[in-house]
């Protein structure tokens, strides 16, 4: 199944775009004003850009690779159980992480009032949790540092 413009008000409800388990493989649009977002799955690899709106977004479940640019507003994510290799900046509001059973071989910046972490399953080169969120943020600039210096 494929969502378009011309047949996406059959899954809005509200300011909610809910298309769970329908076998969908493309998205090709999302409106603005959309503020939650449920695709868990489904057989989608890719998403559309995602509008300012959007405070959840489930995605988990599916086949993507790689995740489009986040909105600042965005709450919680959940995209565990995709071939995900990393993660696109997340937004400082963000409480909610779920990244766990992907490919990511590392995490971006994570905010520091997360509230849920989960990101295990993965290729990770050492074990994230809420208790080291600073030390790994920490590490994150180092790296970034010594890119620049180091050229």
């Given at each position: 199944m494929h969502i378009t413009k011309?047949?996406?008000h059959k899954f809005i409800k509200d300011k909610k775009?809910?298309?769970?388990?329908?076998g969908v493989t493309k998205i090709d649009y999302i409106p603005e004003g959309i503020t939650d977002?449920?695709?868990?799955?489904n057989?989608?690899?890719?998403?559309p850009l995602l509008p300012d709106s959007l405070m959840y977004l489930d995605?988990?479940?599916n086949k993507l690779t790689k995740l489009p640019i986040l909105p600042e507003n965005l709450e919680?994510?959940?995209c565990y159980d995709n071939k995900l290799t990393e993660l696109p900046k997340l937004p400082d509001v963000l409480r909610s992480l779920e990244c766990d059973e992907n490919e990511l071989t590392s995490l971006p910046k994570l905010p520091e009032f997360l509230i849920h972490l989960y990101?295990?399953?993965?290729n990770l080169p050492y074990e994230i949790t809420l208790d080291n969120i600073k030390e790994h943020n920490s590490l994150?600039?180092?790296?970034?540092?010594?890119n620049r210096i180091c050229v």
């Open positions: 011309e047949n996406i775009l809910l298309f769970y388990n329908k977002i449920e695709c868990w799955n057989e989608l690899t890719s998403l995605c988990s479940g919680h994510l959940n990101c295990s399953h993965n994150l600039k180092r790296k970034q540092i010594l």
